[in-house]
């Protein structure tokens, strides 16, 4: 509740939620243009990326993120893209397509399938890291995460009573074991109805799913090495041997059930993870995704926002283009 609680206080003088919900969306694109709807987290928002949309700034999404991105490299290829909406939100689960999302406050952002009509014929959705628990591992893991400096991550550990520095144990053997479980279980179904959900609101769109962007290298000794500037390591202070459990028992795991999921329903996958090995949180100059509590762009109210792991400017330039090749293909330029 952190973040949103915060986004309340910074956001009081509002009379009412902008941007998150959706409103007067228009039923079909300008001609030759394709009606497009972008749903997500704050991987399609580009949260941590300044300036933050003063239209959206409960949801902490970026003025240029990764949609802007889309559209814009689309464009270089003659794909013109008329985005209806983007209704991306840091925070959101994917039972946010069909649920109100809380924001702190008594404020809501509307269901993102509301964005959705008949009229659509491109859906692009990056959701499920918060449904599978990727911000509650971390916070399980991390000791600053539990002190003030986590203050606005949405989520907290998953068992506040075990240490931070034995989370990799808890989440290889008992309560954390099955806890993970139980959170992949939801999200396999929870990723169904969001494609049913989809279907059913615009069941001539093309759907396009977007992973996520890999964090941990498959060369964990880079993760050692400081980040430039100061800031500490790469994953602060999770310890060494969590490392293995954010890579493989979360990302790699979500990663291979989304491209399933997709598969299954006749929907694209892009697969981030496979393409960002080489520019993960802890690949220094390079790297495409901010190192964790490292100071990020964003800064509301004379406090700066920290990353948690999400893509910087690097990494939503990067991500989006790979989006847009991906999309590009299904119209026939370039690779498929």
Not at 53 to 78: I, K, T
Request: proline share 5%; charged share 20%; glycine share 12%.
């Amino acid at each position: 509740m952190g973040l949103r609680s915060w986004a309340w206080t910074a956001a009081a003088s509002l009379t009412a939620v902008v941007g998150a919900g959706v409103s007067g969306v228009e039923s079909t694109g300008a001609a030759g243009k394709v009606p497009t709807v972008f749903l997500g987290d704050a991987s399609i928002g580009s949260f941590g990326i300044a300036p933050v949309d003063g239209d959206a700034l409960l949801c902490v999404r970026a003025a240029e993120n990764l949609p802007d991105v889309v559209e814009d490299q689309l464009a270089d290829q003659a794909i013109l893209l008329d985005i209806t909406a983007d209704v991306s939100c840091a925070g959101a689960r994917l039972n946010h397509v069909w649920e109100e999302q809380d924001l702190g406050g008594g404020l809501t952002a509307a269901p993102q399938k509301r964005a959705l009509t008949k009229d659509t014929r491109l859906v692009v959705v990056g959701l499920g890291a918060e449904t599978a628990g990727l911000d509650r591992v971390l916070s399980q893991c991390s000791v600053r995460l539990r002190g003030p400096e986590g203050a606005l991550l949405p989520d907290a550990p998953v068992d506040a009573k075990s240490p931070a520095g034995e989370c990799a144990a808890y989440f290889s053997n008992g309560a954390g074991a099955a806890w993970l479980e139980a959170r992949f279980e939801e999200t396999a179904k929870d990723l169904d109805k969001l494609f049913s959900e989809i279907g059913s609101e615009s069941p001539s769109a093309d759907v396009v799913m977007v992973g996520y962007p890999r964090l941990v290298p498959e060369d964990r000794e880079r993760c050692r090495t400081e980040l430039p500037g100061g800031a500490g390591r790469p994953l602060a202070d999770v310890p060494e041997a969590a490392w293995p459990v954010l890579d493989d028992k979360v990302q790699a795991r979500l990663n291979t059930l989304m491209a399933a999921k997709a598969r299954r329903h006749g929907a694209r996958f892009v697969d981030l993870y496979a393409t960002t090995g080489a520019a993960t949180a802890c690949d220094g100059t390079d790297r495409a995704v901010g190192g964790l509590l490292e100071p990020s762009g964003v800064t509301l109210h004379h406090q700066t926002f920290p990353w948690f792991l999400r893509a910087n400017e690097t990494g939503r330039d990067g991500n989006g283009d790979t989006v847009a090749q991906s999309i590009a293909a299904m119209y026939g330029r370039g690779p498929a």
